[in-house]
Structure formats: C-alpha cells, structure tokens
C-alpha cells in the first residue's frame, strides 16, 4: 500500500462513522418534524460515512505494525 494504516487511522475511521451518522441524523429528521431538511448536514453526513468505512476498510487490510 502506498500509506501505512494502523490502530490510530481505524479509529479515526469509527469516531468519522460515527459522526456522519449523527450530522445524517440532524439532517433528516426534518422527514419526522415536518421542518425544512438541511441538505448540506445529509451529505456531509454521507461523505463522513463513506471516509470512515474507507479508513476501517484500509486499517483492517493494512500489515500489521
């Protein structure tokens, strides 16, 4: 691999997780309240999930250190 992956960047990959399914759920929850959705909360959440999945992946994948 190109970079070197480790415990630090799989961790970095969960909180990212995390936190994009949070800002995902603050973005949506206009669908329950009947308010105006944010837009820009739902993708970034999108993008932060998809980052974090990314960095679990290539953290799992990587030789250990």
Do not use: E, K, S
Request: a positive charge; proline letters at 5%; charged letters at 15%.
């Amino acid at each position: 691999m190109l970079f070197r992956f480790g415990r630090l960047h799989g961790a970095i990959g969960w909180l990212l997780t995390l936190w994009g399914v949070a800002a995902l759920a603050v973005g949506a929850r206009g669908y329950l309240t009947a308010a105006p959705i944010r837009p820009g909360w739902v993708l970034a959440g999108l993008i932060a999930i998809a980052c974090g999945t990314a960095m679990i992946r290539w953290a799992r994948r990587a030789r250990p250190d």
